[in-house]
């Protein structure tokens, strides 16, 4: 014979048994709804992360052998444009200025990446296989220390140029092979996307470029 429990033992609160289980239900229903928002957040991050500070790509071509290798990828901060300094030696990502798209036969490349050889109102010029530079305020040029790996020999000579204000001068560390800026011109910093910052892969040569 079951036991029954007077009413006056009950108070307001009925007995668990006796209390319809949904706590169940409510339990899976705000845990899909956490998982929602943290895909959601996610998302979003991943959108912020790509747009305005990180971002990855693959070098297409043998222009910045052998610092960059067809196939390395590399990690680029874009941030480094826009809060940072270009500086001569830099290896930059930039959006191909529309000349680049005619002279350099890469279809369907519209993103370059190459090392900055002159800032804003340096004067460049070489002779054989040596780039000079005469910076603002000098009065003589001065061999450039390519400090970073490059292959010799120049290949097409850099003539007399003087780089406008806001612009750059873009070269491939694989001088002879490289279309650059030496053909297109300077870029301007606005088609600045950011400077390389870490070789990811092949793990066999992750590094800083």
């Known amino acids: 014979m079951s036991e ?5 033992l009950l108070g307001d609160t009925p007995p668990e048994e006796m209390t319809p289980r949904k706590r169940p239900v409510k339990h899976r229903r705000r845990a899909v709804l956490e998982w ?4 959601v957040i996610a998302v979003v991050a991943s959108f912020v992360v790509r747009t305005f500070l990180f971002q990855t790509y693959v ?32 290896i930059v990502v930039f959006n191909a200025p529309p000349a680049a798209l005619q002279d350099c036969s890469s279809p369907g490349v519209k993103v370059f990446v190459k090392r900055v050889i002159g800032t804003p109102g340096d004067q460049l010029t070489s002779k054989g296989n040596t780039i000079y530079i005469k910076t603002p305020g000098s009065s003589t040029f ?29 070269m491939g560390d ?36």
């Open 4 to 8: 029954l429990i007077p009413d006056d």
């Open 36 to 39: 929602a928002m943290i895909v």
């Open 59 to 90: 070098i297409p071509s043998s222009s910045m052998e052998p610092t960059l290798m067809i196939g390395d990828r590399i990690i680029v901060n874009k941030i480094s444009v826009d809060f940072g300094t270009i500086h001569t030696g830099d």
């Open 142 to 170: 001065k061999a450039l220390d390519e400090k970073w790996s490059h292959t010799e020999p120049l290949g097409s000579a850099i003539g007399h140029v003087t780089v406008p204000t806001g612009h750059y001068f873009m």
């Open 174 to 209: 694989n001088h002879t092979y490289s279309c650059d800026s030496r053909t297109w011109g300077t870029v301007p910093k606005k088609d600045l996307i950011g400077k390389a910052f870490v070789r990811i892969w092949p793990l066999s040569r992750i590094g800083f470029p």
